[in-house]
């Protein structure tokens, strides 16, 4: 009975151990990155984008990097409150990638600057993607992000 008892329960956890490595195989995870030097500065940010094996988005993170992904506060346009408003909506803006299919992702395009700084809300070509994926008061930090998910992807068309 000790055998028959040890062996369903060696069954059971080579089993249980297939399933939680079949489902991890479910998703990839890629790493991508934008940056651009602009005013003595290398703006940037660096992702991991996980992917699932019909090509969705499962999850966007922002890893650590040596880029800036924002100014600190200083001068009348960019202020604390603009500096809070982009840590504080950070999260969302990652969660709205969640879903999209990555041929969704790599057509939407962002304007940058021969810096290759995106540009802002004002800018032509600024509405070329999804509002959903942009942090109103700091689309240059939105582009960015969009543009470092669409390094990420770009080779899972």
């Known amino acids: ?10 069954s059971a956890l080579v089993c249980g151990c297939a399933v939680i490595g079949a489902l991890a ?10 940056e651009y030097t602009q005013y003595g500065t290398n703006y940037g940010v660096k992702v991991q984008v ?9 999850s966007v993170r922002i890893v ?9 506060a200083g001068g009348d346009r960019w202020t604390q409150e603009k500096v809070d408003n982009w ?10 990638y969640e879903g999209r299919t990555v041929s969704e ?5 962002v304007a940058v600057s021969e810096a290759g700084a995106p540009l802002s809300a004002n800018a032509e070509g600024f509405n070329a993607y999804d509002s959903a994926l942009i942090i109103s008061g700091a689309t240059m930090g939105s582009g960015r992000v969009l543009l470092a998910v669409q390094d990420a992807v770009k080779n899972l068309k």
């Open 64 to 72: 650590g990097s040596d880029y800036v992904d924002v100014s600190p």
């Open 1 to 10: 009975m000790r055998k028959l008892f040890k062996t369903l329960m060696l």
């Open 105 to 109: 992702i790599l057509a939407m395009q």
């Open 87 to 96: 840590k504080n909506n950070i999260k969302p803006l990652l969660q709205a």
């Open 25 to 34: 195989g479910c998703a990839k995870m890629y790493e991508g990155k934008y």
């Open 50 to 58: 996980r992917v699932d094996e019909n090509k969705v988005i499962k």
